[in-house]
């Protein structure tokens, strides 16, 4: 029988690691083999610009300050990382994700049906999956 050869792994973070939250992911190909990914936060514009209507001599009262258009929402994506990889890794992280989302399923399908977890607060299990 042949010896197979043994490999570890070691994950390291690097120094002033910060989590990111991630509303959404845009990208596209960017390469003959590589898939360029920009992750996105996602907020209103609350830096809104104010409209003021002016009295003849050129003030503002301060009175009738205006906000901006209501029916108009500005929104700001703020793209915070940019991930580049082949599309091996590509393939490898989008079943990776499948497997996780299909496991968070699972824990909410047993959750509601009260099937594991007996004598255990599962709303604290609960609440963490969902962060």
Do not use: C
Not at 50 to 70: N, R, Y
Not at 80 to 98: F, G, S
């Amino acid at each position: 029988m042949q010896n197979l050869k043994k490999v570890t792994l070691s994950y390291h973070r690097v120094k002033g690691l910060q989590p990111r939250v991630a509303h959404g992911v845009y990208g596209g190909v960017s390469g003959p083999d590589t898939v360029e990914m920009e992750f996105f936060s996602q907020s209103e514009n609350y830096d809104r610009d104010l409209d003021m209507s002016l009295d003849e001599s050129g003030h503002a009262p301060t009175d009738e300050l205006v906000a901006g258009d209501e029916l108009n929402t500005n929104i700001v994506r703020t793209i915070h990382t940019r991930i580049y990889m082949n599309k091996t890794a590509a393939r490898e992280m989008v079943d990776w994700l499948l497997d996780v989302l299909e496991n968070m399923d699972n824990m909410d399908k047993a959750m509601e049906n009260d099937d594991m977890l007996d004598g255990i607060d599962k709303s604290l299990i609960y609440s963490k999956t969902k962060q």
